[in-house]
Each structure stands twice: as structure tokens, then as C-alpha cells.
């Protein structure tokens, strides 16, 4: 009796670590968005301006190098922050600076966000200044939208044809 | 501070384990082989990952197909097995909280333990990323979900190139090539997995990484009465043109989601970070204060390296001789590993108390209760037995542990206590001793409860050296039935007043030196 009264105690107490092992796996649902929400992705991996501008090497330099390391041009690595602008329907959802990748601050500056917005049409208005000294934008994209529920509309650079997309 | 927050979380525990001894007995606990069922279920994870391995395609557009194949197609095989991976996976997180939460209750967790706690951290987070990286592979809503979330918060640190989120922005960018590369990191971190819980238990002397086999065929049979019941499924396929909305998240891999979904990526790595530096400070938060280390007495040690074979942290080693004297090797103690539980004193065959020297010395001590404290202490408590006790009343002495019962609550008047820092220093001829020259008419010992001794191996080591399995023994002519164990927690005292009781009634019905039981001497 003892020993039946031991495999039922212990089937109870696997069937109650199996209860909540099988819930937990999959139970409460989680809505991380709303069902009639949509989403624009910003993601901009663009190079800003050479700080310094190339400049040709002089012949005399050039002859104190081996030949196989020489270079005609002389361009200093460092670029310019980038600068992002994202409007939505005219407001400014999103501003900011982003210093070049890489040790030598010579790489791209790298922009991803998301920003849920209603479903429906969004006047989107995106500007990029290669160098925070520009006194206008390199790059402008200004554009109307329709977005339906739960659709995801990316904000991008092409480097090939050098603009902003949007798909 | 730390005593006032463990005790009550102790006794809530102690009777929670309590409840699962009464089915499952003190051996097959599943509440005392919490780290060996996290290995178990990591060896069900690995058997079942091969498994599905075997049918799984590696792609893109290939991998929630192949899923779904072996789910629905091949439900008796592919499916069980899937699910067996899915809920040993869910399980494994489960009996690791619990491992790491009692370990902390029961003050397991600080002095030599320190590294075996501070490596379960890497553990934790090593597990964390085999289990999403799982969830990765299926390329179903959910696996889309995690696999942005986890990329953004991975894009967080700024460390790589490019972020890691732009691999999933449009189904075009998302290439087979960065699926290989999850498949291989779903292989490697487990892999990495498994080295970190051996270096878990690399400085523990016998880890316990099986269950015992009732407890693995117990719980083998749940997980497939649960895979049958419920398997496990997949949402529908990713696409990334689509934001996901509904998710039935895995809530043992993916609490941390909608955490990160409502504070962003700085504060979730913000908590990650001070939580993983906070549990590996604990232990110096206090530091547990640790008496002195057992000492080698070399003219008395032989080198017949039981205290090595006994010791449960292996903080004593076997060293070669070089005192002159014929044995070959000597024992040595690290005292940074040293618990100062006395386990070794018992296990020394010149640890008995009939030698007639004042000062007792043995192969090895311990420096702050030596045996010579030992055998004054149990002297003492004998001396207090009242010499005139109701007739046929028998005479008990109880020897009981620093962390067991409490034995100092015990008022019976025919019964004495000493206590020692673990019963395993208890070495038997003690016994023999208190019972051969009548100082005594029974001996009770106490301490953890079984399979759950504070210093791992006392309960086992004094069962085995008491029932003749293990040196140093209980010598044939002292009577074994004149010798009860009584192994409990410290709540446990109310089992052993129960137990007092029983040995008392049991010793009135033996017979005497004089052939008469205490019952017929009586009257």
C-alpha cells in the first residue's frame, strides 16, 4: 500500500513539473506589437566625409619610399560624423550623430532604429549630412507612404546609386 | 544579516524537501540531485539535437519546411524528439535556478565553494544562448521575433562592423550563408556549455552528475508523456516583411524579451551585467569565516590514504615521503580547499580513544577541535548522565553535527549529547569505546539530513564505516543493535525526540551485560 501510495505521490509530482514545464514553454502569448501598428526601419550604414581632403603626394617624397609602396595621393583616413534625420508626418522622430566605425575613425557610421507607427499613410522625410560642417543635406528622401497593419517599411543607403531608399 | 535572511528560506525549503521525501525517499529526491538532473537533461537535449539534426535543412527557405516535416510527418519519431529537445531545454533552466537557488539557501555557496558558484555564472549564460539560439533555427514567427530582438541587443555594444540587425531587415538580406553561421553557434555554445559545468564540478571530489536511475526513468517518462501531450510546434514562417504581433513565447529562455521590448537594450544589459557581478560577489558577501585546515601529523601519519579517499573536497592529496620514515607516500592538506570538517580525522585509522595518552595524536587533526577535544567532550557529556536513573532506563549518548539536528535542545535525562563539526569525524571505534566499557547502553548519531550532508560524504562515509563498507570499521564485536541513526535537518528536531523515544523503548527491551533486559532488571 505504502509503495503505491509512493508511485502515485510521485506521479503527481512529475505531473506537476511536466504542468508547468508544457505551460511556461509556450503560455502566457505575448503581443510584443499591435495588431494595427506598422513599422519603419532606419537603417543607414553610410560613410561621413574625408576630414582632410586627398592630397597629391610630392615627387621628392615619393622617391624616399619603395616602389611598390607608393602612392600618388595622400588621404588622411578620419571622416566626418554622419548626421540622421528621420520626419514623420513633419515631426522629428528621430535626430542623431554617429561617429565613424573602426580604430582609426575611418569606417561608416551606422544608424538602426525602428519606429512603430499607425497603420496608414505617413508623409516620411529622411535627410543625411555627410560632415556636421555641411550646411545643407548630402542626401534628402521625402516621400509618401502607405503602410498597412503590421507591414515593415525599411529607410536605407543604396552606396550604388548613392541615395536614400525606401522599400 | 545573511542568517536572517536564510534561515526562514530554509525551513520553507527543508519542508518542501520534506514532502518530497515521503514518495520519492531520500535518495531518489529530485530536490537533492538538482545539478545532476541539469546534466541529465543537457545529455536529453544533446541525443535529442542529434536526432533532429539528421532531418533538419540548413536554409532559409528550407529550415521551417524541414521542421514542420519532422513534426507533423513523422510525429512517433522526429516529433518527440523535437519536443524532448524543446522541453529537456525548458526543464534544464528550470533545475538550474532551483540548484543555484538552494545552493544559496543552504548556505552551500561561499568559502571553498566560491569557485564552483562563481562558475555557474558563465553556465547560466551559456545556456541562456544555446536555448534562443535553438529558437533561432526553426525561422518561424517566434524565431524571427527573438532573432531581432537578440540582434539589436547584441548591436548595443557597438562591436561589430555592421549591425547585426540588417541581416534581417528584408527577406533578401537574410542569406543561407548567416544561417550556417547560427546553425554552428547552436552546435559550438553548447559545446562550450558542457566544458563550463566539468569545470562547474572540477574541484568538487565525486561529483554527483547522474541522477539516480529511478529519478532519470522517472523523468524520462514525463518528458515523453509531456512531448505526446502537448509537442512542441512552430509558429508560422518568418517573413521578414512583416512585423510579428503575437508570440507564444518560451518564458524560461525569453523572460528577458519583453523587458528588453519595454527598456531597451541598455537597461536589459544594465541588469544582465550588475545581476551576473552581483551573484559572483556573494560569495565574499560576508565571506565565510572558515576555521583552520586539518593538520598532517607526520610521526603518526602511515600514508594508508583514507583521509585522501574520504575527503569531500579533495583538499587532501597523497604526497611522496621524504622524512626517512617506511611508507611511501604522506598525506598533504591544501588549506585553501579545507572545509575543517573532520572527515579525515575520521577516516584515520589512529584516531581511537582507547589509546591511554592524555594528549591523543593522530595522523591528521584538526587544530581547532582536535580528537583528544573529542574524546574529553564525550567523557564530559558521559559524566553527566545522572548516576541513579529510573529503573531500566538505558543510557544514550547522541553525537550530532554543527549543521544536522539540534542536539543541544534535547532534555532527556538519560540522554547526553556532544556535538562535532560533522558526523563523518566520528571515527568508530568511538562507539566501540563508549559501549565496550559501559559508559553508555546505546549510541545515537545524528546529522543532515540523508543525502544532503553539509559536507557531502559524512552521512555516507559513517553508514558505510558502521555497516563495515568502509575503513576504518565498526569493529564485529561492538552490538549493532545498540547503534541507531537518526538523520535529519535542523528542523527536524521533532523526528528525533520521536527517535530518543523509540531507542530508549528498543535498549529497555535488550538484554543487559547481565543477560537480563533493562525492562526484567527493573523489575
Known amino acids: 500500500m505504502k509503495r503505491l501510495l509512493d508511485i502515485l505521490g510521485q506521479g503527481f509530482a512529475y505531473f506537476l513539473f511536466a504542468l508547468g514545464i508544457g505551460y511556461f514553454a509556450s503560455q502566457p502569448t505575448y503581443h510584443p506589437f499591435g495588431e494595427d501598428q506598422a513599422l519603419v526601419k532606419l537603417a543607414i550604414s553610410h560613410p561621413g566625409q574625408r576630414i582632410h581632403p586627398c592630397t597629391e603626394r610630392a615627387i621628392d617624397h615619393q622617391r624616399n619610399i619603395p616602389k611598390t609602396a607608393r602612392k600618388l595621393m595622400d588621404c588622411p583616413r578620419e571622416r566626418h560624423p554622419v548626421t540622421v534625420q528621420l520626419k514623420i508626418n513633419g515631426k522629428t522622430v528621430f535626430e542623431a550623430v554617429s561617429e565613424p566605425s573602426g ?65 | 544579516m545573511l542568517k536572517n535572511i536564510q534561515r526562514p528560506l530554509q525551513a520553507v525549503l527543508l519542508k518542501f524537501e520534506g514532502w518530497f521525501d515521503r514518495p520519492f525517499g531520500p535518495e531518489w529526491n529530485p530536490l537533492r540531485h538538482l545539478g545532476a538532473l541539469s546534466f541529465y537533461f543537457f545529455w536529453i537535449v544533446a541525443v535529442s539535437g542529434i536526432y533532429v ?69 558563465p553556465i547560466i549564460w551559456l545556456l541562456y544562448a544555446s536555448g534562443i539560439g535553438g529558437y533561432w533555427l526553426v525561422w518561424d514567427e517566434l524565431a524571427q521575433y527573438l532573432m531581432i530582438a537578440s540582434s539589436e541587443w547584441l548591436d548595443w555594444l557597438g562591436i561589430f562592423g555592421e549591425p547585426l540587425a540588417n541581416n534581417f531587415l528584408t527577406p533578401a538580406s537574410f542569406s543561407d550563408r548567416m544561417f550556417s553561421l547560427l546553425l ?41 508523456a509531456l512531448s505526446l501531450v502537448k509537442p512542441a510546434i512552430s509558429h508560422g514562417p518568418a517573413n521578414l516583411d512583416k512585423v510579428v504581433t503575437t508570440v ?19 537597461a536589459l544589459w544594465l541588469i544582465a551585467i550588475t545581476l551576473s557581478v552581483f551573484v559572483c560577489w556573494l560569495p ?99 559524566a553527566k548522565l545522572p548516576k541513579i536513573l529510573p529503573p531500566g532506563t538505558p543510557r544514550i549518548i547522541i553525537y550530532g553535527c554543527d549543521f544536522g539536528i539540534d542536539v543541544e535542545q534535547i532534555k532527556d535525562a538519560n540522554v547526553v549529547v556532544t556535538r562535532l563539526p560533522c558526523i563523518g569525524m566520528l571515527p568508530p571505534s568511538f562507539i566501540d569505546y563508549i559501549l565496550m566499557r559501559d559508559k553508555a547502553d546505546g549510541v545515537l548519531l545524528t546529522g543532515c539530513r540523508e543525502g544532503d550532508c553539509y559536507h557531502r560524504f559524512g552521512i555516507n562515509w559513517t553508514e558505510q564505516r558502521l555497516t563495515g563498507e568502509r575503513d576504518p570499521y565498526l569493529r564485529e564485536r561492538v552490538p549493532r543493535e545498540r547503534v541507531w541513526t537518526c538523520w535529519g535537518a535542523v528542523t527536524d528536531g521533532a523526528k528525533l525526540s520521536d527517535e530518543i523515544a523509540a531507542f530508549t523503548e528498543h535498549l529497555r527491551q535488550l538484554p543487559h551485560v547481565s543477560g537480563k533486559t533493562g525492562q526484567e532488571a527493573a523489575e
Open chain 1, 103 to 167: 580604430l582609426s575613425n575611418d569606417g561608416r557610421s551606422l544608424f538602426y532604429e525602428r519606429f512603430p507607427v499607425p497603420a496608414g499613410s505617413h508623409e516620411v522625410l529622411v535627410q543625411l549630412y555627410e560632415a556636421e560642417t555641411a550646411t545643407g543635406a548630402q542626401y534628402k528622401f521625402a516621400q509618401k507612404i502607405e503602410l498597412k497593419p503590421g507591414e515593415i517599411a525599411v529607410v536605407g543607403f543604396d552606396p550604388t546609386t548613392k541615395s536614400i531608399y525606401f522599400k
Open chain 2, 53 to 121: 539534426y539528421i532531418f533538419f535543412e540548413t536554409s532559409v527557405t528550407g529550415a521551417f519546411q524541414s521542421v514542420e516535416s519532422m513534426t507533423h510527418d513523422q510525429w512517433y519519431a522526429g516529433g518527440i524528439m523535437r519536443s524532448f529537445h524543446r522541453y529537456a531545454s525548458d526543464a534544464m533552466v528550470v533545475t538550474t535556478f532551483i540548484h543555484m537557488g538552494r545552493e544559496f539557501i543552504m548556505d552551500r555557496y561561499r568559502g571553498v565553494r566560491w569557485f564552483t558558484w562563481v562558475s555557474g555564472v
Open chain 2, 284 to 382: 565574499w558577501m560576508p565571506s565565510l569565516k572558515i576555521k583552520e585546515a586539518a593538520e598532517v601529523d607526520n610521526l603518526n601519519c602511515n600514508g594508508c590514504s583514507r583521509c585522501y579517499a574520504d575527503c569531500p573536497f579533495g583538499a587532501v592529496t597523497m604526497q611522496p615521503r621524504t622524512d626517512g620514515r617506511p611508507y611511501p607516500s604522506i598525506a598533504s592538506v591544501d588549506p585553501d580547499i579545507c572545509t575543517s570538517c573532520g572527515i579525515c580525522v575520521g577516516a584515520c585509522p589512529t584516531a581511537t580513544p582507547f589509546r591511554s595518552a592524555d594528549m591523543l595524536v593522530t595522523g591528521i587533526d584538526l587544530p581547532h577541535f582536535r580528537l583528544t577535544e573529542l574524546r574529553a567532550d564525550t567523557d564530559a557529556s558521559l
Open chain 2, 248 to 266: 507564444d513565447l518560451d518564458w524560461y529562455y525569453a523572460l528577458a524579451y519583453p523587458l528588453f521590448d519595454m527598456w531597451g537594450a541598455g
Open chain 2, 184 to 224: 554552428f553557434l547552436h552546435i559550438a555554445i553548447p559545446l562550450f556549455l558542457l566544458i563550463a559545468c566539468f569545470v562547474h564540478v572540477v574541484k568538487i571530489s565525486r561529483p554527483r552528475i547522474n541522477p539516480p536511475r529511478g529519478l532519470a526513468i522517472g523523468t524520462l517518462l514525463m518528458l515523453l
